[in-house]
């Protein structure tokens, strides 16, 4: 949809109001900056290095490494920003404590101490600079509240010259919180939560005041009344509940202001957490994979470091009801006491700024808490693998080679500079009980719907398509769980194996130019599984190819066994 006024207001921004920073402040907030000079330059004492000869093997980013704490901080050149960035916000720290190795715990404190302690002699000289990767806003807000929680965990102890060196980073990081002009910026809420743990743990009453302040109010702004963040991302929802756990605690324990509040917030964001939440029969739990997936915890992590929290004495005390009805309209799930199935609509909080990908006409499944279609992730956040959030690595609708309304992640010069914009009204979706349909109105030389029905043991999925005056390449991918044996029944029927599921995917259809194309659990030229699934790891994918014109359908009818 063409947007004359939304055009004016980013070239606006553009000029006037880009990056970020306090000229981009709501009012009530800027009084801070007037606290934010220090004289700890001056008394701080130099730290000296500690050697540690014990290597560890670290999982970065996007790779491994194998450093002592003497080397850790060298010759650190990555193609990747994630992996230098992870390794400055000390996030390993808390990952290595939770890893399952054959280190002891006690080597594993001592690592983490000295590979710390390294840092500061390696950085205590330098000046605080917003262009280097060690410095940028997020990784400080990381690192700070990182510190906080491990001398919480009591894996370090307590130490006044790094909490001095920190609260230099403090007032850095106040000077630089991210507020952008018209956007929301989920990094701004991390910067306020590692203002918020460091002035509670010193008792600086001046910045924790501010900082529940600010927190209170980035919560009205990034979560719906269901308790889902607005950033596009189900893994992420999970980071950011983290991140509410860790305020709500440090509020409780240090009597804060105002704590309290934020009690609502973290219920409504656990919740929809638990939305998510799957269980196999192996007992393991975990949830499905929509959009961004953070480089710094795994799903499995998340899960149980939550739980840790729920289980403290502060959050049992929250007045919790029972249950929370989810009515989104974001986030969408069919199920039954077998299956569930996930969607997401993308039409409700765009693109801008967030963690989504093109979920039109993307789903999910699961029978019995194991998955069977999959969201294959992004591997990273180099550029050239952005491709990861086009509808072609997605279980989706792919008209002449293009996804539908990619051209608001690709960015083109229509959306950048918001002369085009998203209208709600051009994806329909209507849900039943047990179905939910999916409809794109956007174009009148072809009309595509997808729907879905539900039951005990089957699934059934239907894409109809609508073409006129044209032929129409049609590609619609079908990821599969790389854990699932895949075998050729029949020329549409497939056998679908694993230890704990088996299941008839069945494919039907009258289009005489249908052409299907199983690729079984192996490696794809270009195509790798994010990380948090197993980077590159063999991958099961079902392609259907057809020329289209006039009505027609597809369909696909997956029967438990």
């Not at 001592?110 to 990784?139: A, D, H, L």
């Not at 909490?163 to 630089?176: A, G």
């Not at 047990?434 to 072809?446: D, G, Q, R």
């Not at 794809?524 to 991958?539: F, N, R, T, W």
């Amino acid at each position: 949809m063409l947007d004359l006024n939304n055009f004016i207001n980013k070239t606006i921004s553009y000029f006037f109001f880009r990056g970020y920073g306090p000229r981009n402040y709501p009012k009530k907030f800027k009084y801070i900056l007037n606290f934010c000079d220090s004289d700890l330059d001056t008394t701080i004492k130099k730290v000296k290095k500690k050697n540690y000869s014990q290597n560890f093997n670290i999982d970065l980013a996007s790779r491994k490494i194998k450093k002592n704490s003497r080397s850790f901080w060298k010759n650190n050149i990555y193609k990747d920003d994630e992996d230098l960035g992870y390794m400055h916000r000390w996030s390993w720290a808390i990952n290595l404590l939770y890893s399952k190795t054959n280190k002891s715990k006690k080597t594993k404190k001592k690592y983490i101490e000295n590979t710390i302690n390294n840092w500061f002699v390696e950085i205590q000289n330098s000046t605080s600079n917003k262009s280097q990767i060690e410095w940028y806003p997020y990784n400080v807000s990381e690192r700070i509240s990182n510190y906080v929680l491990l001398c919480e965990f009591k894996i370090l102890k307590k130490k006044d010259i790094f909490l001095n060196h920190l609260t230099n980073q403090m007032f850095f990081l106040t000077k630089n919180i991210e507020f952008y002009k018209d956007k929301n910026s989920n990094h701004s809420l991390n910067n306020a939560r590692a203002i918020f743990l460091l002035s509670s743990y010193t008792n600086n009453k001046i910045f924790q005041n501010f900082s529940i302040k600010l927190i209170l109010y980035l919560c009205s702004k990034f979560i719906d009344k269901d308790g889902f963040f607005k950033f596009g991302s189900s893994h992420y929802q999970f980071v950011f509940t983290k991140w509410l756990h860790e305020i709500y605690y440090f509020g409780k324990k240090y009597k804060v202001n105002k704590i309290d509040s934020i009690s609502k917030y973290l219920l409504k964001a656990q919740n929809a957490c638990e939305f998510f939440l799957q269980t196999k029969q192996i007992k393991k739990i975990t949830y499905p994979l929509f959009g961004n997936i953070s480089p710094d915890f795994t799903p499995d992590f998340l899960i149980n470091y939550n739980k840790y929290f729920m289980n403290s004495k502060y959050f049992k005390s929250i007045k919790r009801k029972k249950t929370y009805k989810i009515n989104n309209n974001e986030w969408i799930k069919l199920s039954n006491k077998s299956q569930s199935v996930y969607f997401r609509n993308p039409m409700i909080n765009g693109f801008e700024f967030n963690h989504a990908h093109a979920d039109f006409f993307h789903f999910v499944n699961f029978y019995k808490g194991n998955q069977i279609f999959i969201d294959i992730g992004r591997k990273d956040y180099l550029k050239e693998n952005k491709k990861y959030s086009y509808s072609k690595f997605h279980n989706s609708i792919i008209l002449n080679e293009r996804g539908f309304f990619e051209e608001f992640i690709n960015k083109n010069v229509a959306t950048k500079t918001g002369i085009l914009t998203l209208n709600k009204d051009q994806y329909i979706v209507s849900k039943s009980n047990n179905k939910i349909t999916f409809k794109i109105n956007s174009n009148p030389k072809f009309n595509v719907k997808r729907s879905f029905e539900l039951d005990v043991k089957s699934l059934k999925i239907i894409s109809s398509f609508n073409v006129r005056n044209e032929d129409v390449k049609i590609l619609m991918p079908f990821y599969i769980n790389s854990e699932i044996n895949i075998s050729k029944i029949s020329e549409k029927k497939y056998l679908l194996k694993s230890k704990f599921v088996q299941s008839i995917l069945e494919i039907s259809d009258k289009n005489k130019f249908t052409k299907i194309e199983l690729i079984k659990n192996r490696k794809i030229s270009g195509v790798g599984q994010c990380k948090k699934y197993g980077q590159d790891e063999p991958l099961n994918l079902l392609r259907i190819n057809c020329l289209g014109r006039k009505k027609f359908q597809i369909k696909l009818n997956l029967q438990f066994i």
